[in-house]
Each structure stands twice: as C-alpha cells, then as structure tokens.
C-alpha cells in the first residue's frame, strides 16, 4: 500500500512574517531603552572633550601670566589680553666687588678680573648675574629690570638685548651678560632681573568670532587663538589682528577676559579672571578660573 508524501519540513510565510513582526516589536522596546544610554554616553564624551580642551587652553594662558614680566599684562578688552612671558630671571649685581676685584677700584667690567656691576646712574653694557633661575639668557634675548610701569618694557625704556654671555671668574658671579648699552633705573629689592626669550618676546590670547552663539551645527563660532609678536610701543586699544596665531582651542561659544591690575589696594598682587565657554554638536562645556598675578619687579 502507498504511503501519502511528507510537506517538507519549514516555516510557512505567515508564520515568517509573524516572526518578524515579533522582532521588529522587540527591536523597537529594546532600542528605545538602549539609544538614551548611548546617546548619554556619547554626550557625556563630547563634553568631556570639550571641557579637557579649555581646561587646557586655560592652564596654558594662566601659565604664561603667572611667568610673564611684572606688571605687564595688558587688556585691551574682555575678549582679549597681552603679557611679555619670561623663560627665566636672576639677580645682577649691584656693586663693585671690593674683596676681590684687581686691580682695586677697576671700571666696571673693564678686565677678566674686574666684577660688573648695573650703576642705574648711568649706561650700563655688562653686568654679573649672580645666580640664574630657570633657563640661563642666550645672544638675541631681552633683559628686563625693574618693570613698574606697565609700558616700560614694551617702549625698551629697562630693557636691553642680550648680545653676548660668558662665564666670569667664580668670585664674580654664574654668567656675565654683554648687552646693549642701557641706562636702567634703580631696580627693586636685591637687584632682581628677568629674561625675556627672542622667538616670543609678547604673548597675545584673542577670542575671535565668539558672539555667544552657536551655529547651524551647534558649534561655537569662535576660535582662541594665541599670538606670538614683537614689542609694540603705547597700550593697544584693540586686539590685534590673529593672522599666524596659533590656535589654543577651538569652537569658542563665549570668552571674557577681567583684570585688576591693583586686587586688594596693593600694585604687588593683580588678579586675572578668565571665563571661557566651548560647544560642540549641541554640548557645551563652560569653565572659569582666576589666578594672582605677582606685580612686583
């Protein structure tokens, strides 16, 4: 006797398309628990992005104020601020070493065995550096020395290239500066000078373009930049112009720049507020931060 043929083992359309329906509603419940995680987490990356780069641009500018000549630091306005850094400093030398200069009364660096001395009195074009802190001055440097007035250093009026270093005899310092010949004024306490390095003699930080809005994208429109120029002469009324700055940070929503040159009723103790807000893709990260600026020369 025949036997009647199997239906070959499967699913059938309907049972197929029931599966799948299944799916999709499992794939929609289960996405929408899962996206507000993943979105959180990218949101929480951008903004720790964001946050980590102004941090960055910040601790750099408040690093150069925090180095930078005393007295220096000039804010056009809140969206910019200039300061001349410094790469190192020491002390000069005051006076004649009576002890052992030869022959005794000798001028002023006159001889490998006469000390040099700073005579605010009149022009000086070598001094001794009794002892040097941080980086020691090379050909092509700045000294500066005794910067009271904010502009002094910026119009060269205690200030003086370096053209020459060498090393004196131990009784007479660590290093001996030639450079060109400067009448400086009397300086501070103990004869205090600072170094200003040749390929970065003024530091400016601009905030262009940030207008506290946020483009298409939800970008901040701006860019701090950090620009590198000469000594210019008389305070500036503006913030200059950025071309071949290099970029601190980028996506800049907001800057606001405050200086109290005299914090506390005292010229020895300024203080700069830096307030900097980023945004990116709609996440905004906002940081602010102040610091003391030690005036005195």
């Given at each position: ?188 306490a103990d004869g205090r000078f600072q170094v200003i390095a040749a390929g970065e003699p003024t530091v400016f930080y601009v905030c262009s373009g940030a207008d506290g809005t946020l483009d298409g994208n939800g970008n901040g429109r701006g860019t701090l930049y950090r620009l590198t120029r000469g000594f210019q002469p008389g305070y500036p009324s503006a913030c200059p112009s950025v071309a ?54």
């Amino acid at each position: 006797m025949l036997q009647g043929l199997r239906p070959a083992p499967g699913f059938t359309v309907i049972e197929l398309v029931v599966t799948m329906v299944i799916l999709s509603v499992l794939a929609v419940m289960v996405g929408g628990f899962i996206r507000p995680t993943i979105d959180s987490y990218f949101a929480v990356q951008q903004r720790a992005d964001l946050a980590d780069q102004a941090d960055l641009a910040i601790r750099r500018a408040i690093a150069d104020v925090r180095s930078s000549v005393p007295n220096s630091l000039r804010v056009p306005n809140s969206q910019c601020f200039e300061m001349v850094p410094t790469i190192g400093g020491g002390r000069y030398r005051m006076g004649p070493d009576v002890t052992n200069d030869t022959p005794a009364g000798c001028a002023s660096g006159s001889s490998a065995t006469c000390s040099a001395w700073v005579d605010p009195s009149g022009s000086t074009s070598v001094f001794d550096a009794l002892n040097i802190v941080r980086q020691p001055p090379s050909a092509g440097d700045w000294v500066v020395v005794n910067n009271q007035n904010g502009d002094d250093v910026y119009n060269g009026n205690n200030r003086a290239l370096v053209n020459g270093v060498s090393t004196p005899s131990s009784t007479q310092g660590v290093l001996r500066l030639t450079i060109a010949a400067t009448q400086f004024p009397a300086g501070y306490a103990d004869g205090r000078f600072q170094v200003i390095a040749a390929g970065e003699p003024t530091v400016f930080y601009v905030c262009s373009g940030a207008d506290g809005t946020l483009d298409g994208n939800g970008n901040g429109r701006g860019t701090l930049y950090r620009l590198t120029r000469g000594f210019q002469p008389g305070y500036p009324s503006a913030c200059p112009s950025v071309a071949g700055a290099a970029v601190a940070a980028t996506n800049v929503k907001s800057c606001t720049f405050v200086y109290d040159a005299n914090h506390g009723a005292t010229q020895q103790s300024g203080f700069i507020w830096l307030d900097i807000e980023l945004a990116r893709a709609g996440e905004v990260a906002h940081l602010a931060t102040g610091a003391h600026v030690a005036n005195a020369p």
